[in-house]
T-cell receptor, first 112, second 116 residues
Framework: KNQVEQSPQSLIILEGKNCTLQ??????????LRWYKQDTGRGPVSLTI?????NTKSNGRYTATLDADTKQSSLHITASQLSDSASYIC???????????FGPGTSLSVIP | GAGVSQSPSNKVTEKGKDVELRCDPI?????LYWYRQSLGQGLEFLIY????????KSGLPSDRFSAERTGGSVSTLTIQRTQQEDSAVYLC??????????????FGPGTRLTVL
């Protein structure tokens, strides 16, 4: 079954600290993996995209990694800011059907 | 427009009434998606339109839910005989099309539906 799992479900960190969010997937055949950020009351916004051959991608303080062999991805946030408080969603696209499968998200709270 | 727009932003209705939710995708985007998000939960896929192909309706939870996309642009999600469990935020997204370079989904602000 094609699934995307994320951990932790929620996370609270102090402003300025780093954190890493995890994504495991069983989607096959694999096309690409995106991380989205969803602020409260808003729609998700894409942060990064990685394909099979890419194992790291950065977007400012956000760095995503991909291990296509173990089917794992991580999103690392450096020097967190209060505005990083949001839900982070891992999304995997399946090649054959262009089907997009969303993970349940990790809720991140950055506190002063 | 500059982004995906949805209307209304909020809708309160009585149980048993029908509702229509509207989505205006980004001009030129051939793919359009509807999702439902209950409070504190992840996105639940409802339906997907791609160009002139038959829509993927596999996520619709019951036959009370239907959607159409006229002229390959505006889409309407209709919920008939609403139930309290239909209360959620309904999100619409569009993308340029298929393929890794084109499948970034751009989301609208959502419609918050409350069924009393």
């Amino acid at each position: 079954k094609n699934q995307v799992e994320q951990s932790p479900q929620s996370l609270i960190i102090l402003e300025g600290k780093n954190c890493t969010l995890q994504c495991n997937y069983t989607v096959s055949p694999f096309s690409n993996l995106r991380w989205y950020k969803q602020d409260t009351g808003r729609g998700p916004v894409s942060l990064t995209i990685m394909t099979f051959s890419e194992n790291t991608k950065s977007n400012g303080r956000y760095t995503a990694t991909l291990d296509a062999d173990t089917k794992q991805s991580s999103l690392h946030i450096t020097a967190s800011q209060l505005s990083d408080s949001a839900s982070y969603i891992c999304v995997v696209t399946q090649t054959s059907y262009d089907k997009v499968i969303f993970g349940p998200g990790t809720s991140l709270s950055v506190i002063p | 427009g500059a982004g995906v727009s949805q209307s209304p932003s909020n809708k309160v209705t009585e149980k048993g009434k029908d509702v229509e939710l509207r989505c205006d995708p980004i001009s030129g985007h051939t793919a359009l998606y509807w999702y439902r998000q209950s409070l504190g939960q992840g996105l639940e896929f409802l339906i997907y339109f791609q160009g002139n192909s038959a829509p993927d309706k596999s996520g619709l939870p019951s036959d009370r839910f239907s959607a159409e996309r006229t002229g390959g642009s505006v889409s309407t999600l209709t919920i008939q005989r609403t139930q309290q469990e239909d209360s959620a935020v309904y999100l619409c997204a569009s993308s340029l099309g298929v393929g890794r370079s084109y499948n970034e989904q751009f989301f609208g602000p959502g419609t918050r539906l409350t069924v009393l």
